[in-house]
């Protein structure tokens, strides 16, 4: 658990009702049993009946109950002001080139601005701002563009640079992308941030956020399975999995029935498919999975199986939590692990998610 401040600083930052404190603490009032956000516009308790905790989960843990008004089991990124004046800004011009200067000219410290987004998001606002731009580069390519078209599209000065985050983010360069290929890539706008998807016309391959660490390896592994048979463009599994995203997201069904390719181990697959067995708005620990597949000794085996998942949400990995009830770590960003888990409480009365398997 990280340091928290000291009493009188957090209990300050409370009557301030002090945004900077977004993501740091979070106050249990013990004369109500509940706990909230710093900058919930509830009447402040008396600094005697405050405890304070780093997550929504340590409150849970001590007998709290979340404020119905500020909500703060949701993932605290959403109330920061700065993120959601850079998220929108971002929004707003995805292909703008956003530079340090920039923040500057907003009345932002580039340093504040670069720890804020790195604590929240595991990356910078600059590094999310160029993934956007390569996004545009990417979708003109897909269009048949030039390559000096995608190239300013995504906002970068040369060649060389654009091919080198192109490369970072499939494992070959762009005119490595074969026409003829058995394979597709395409980009996928999610409300979590971008996700590359990799289909052929029978199931689903990968899925992924484009800023996992391990993206371009498990890139580079499926080109290396299909003999580097990857191109842009989508099949009707990717029309079928944005559709099938979009209702997840939208709230309207948390049952993602995409047909996809489970390409490892016999032990990886049982875990996989014992993954999907999980419904949504309810969560196993690594010990409760290995049970269930009948290695109850096989729990560092099974977490390792669980973090060599490249099927993001359809094969929901991020339903695993520690034992403790803590949230553990997840490749896609635990953000985006709290909004995930957040979301899929309202689909508790879900018996379970099936998925077609093709082998």
Not at 163 to 175: D, K, N, T, V, W
Not at 194 to 214: S, Y
Request: hydrophobic content about 40%.
């Amino acid at each position: 658990m990280r340091d928290l401040p000291d009493h009188d600083q957090l209990y300050a930052a409370l009557l301030a009702r002090d945004p900077a404190y977004e993501g740091v603490a979070l106050v249990g009032v013990a004369s109500t049993g509940i706990f909230c956000r710093l900058t919930c516009p509830a009447r402040k308790p008396l600094a005697r009946n405050c405890r304070w905790f780093a997550t929504a989960t340590d409150a849970q843990r001590a007998g709290f109950r979340p404020c119905l008004r500020c909500k703060p089991q949701g993932a605290q990124a959403d109330a920061h002001p700065v993120i959601d004046q850079l998220m929108t800004a971002l929004a707003q011009r995805p292909g703008h080139r956003w530079s340090e200067d920039c923040l500057v000219q907003m009345g932002l410290d580039p340093s504040t601005v670069r720890r804020l987004f790195r604590r929240h998001f595991g990356e910078s606002f600059l590094q999310m701002a160029r993934a956007a731009r390569l996004r545009q580069g990417i979708g003109r390519l897909h269009q048949g563009g030039r390559m000096i078209d995608a190239q300013l599209d995504a906002g970068f000065d040369s060649a060389s640079g654009f091919r080198r985050a192109f490369a970072q983010l499939f494992g070959h360069a762009p005119q490595q992308m074969t026409s003829d290929a058995d394979l597709r890539a395409d980009w996928l706008d999610t409300p979590l941030g971008g996700m590359i998807a990799i289909a052929d016309t029978r199931a689903l391959h990968l899925l992924e956020f484009v800023d996992r660490k391990a993206l371009p390896a498990g890139l580079r592994r499926l080109s290396a399975l299909s003999s580097g048979r990857i191109g842009l463009g989508r099949t009707d599994i990717t029309a079928q999995t944005e559709a099938a995203l979009g209702d997840f997201f939208a709230g309207h069904s948390g049952r993602l029935q995409v047909p996809v390719k489970l390409a490892g181990t016999p032990f990886q697959q049982r875990v996989w498919q014992e993954l999907q067995r999980i419904p949504a708005g309810q969560t196993r620990s690594y010990g409760q999975l290995a049970h269930a597949i009948g290695q109850p000794s096989a729990v560092r085996a099974v977490a390792g199986a669980n973090g060599a998942n490249r099927l993001a949400l359809v094969v929901p990995c991020h339903r695993v939590i520690g034992a403790d009830g803590t949230l553990t770590g997840y490749a896609g960003g635990l953000w985006r692990k709290e909004k995930l888990i957040a979301l899929e409480a309202g689909y508790r009365d879900f018996t379970g998610i099936s998925h077609d398997i093709a082998r």
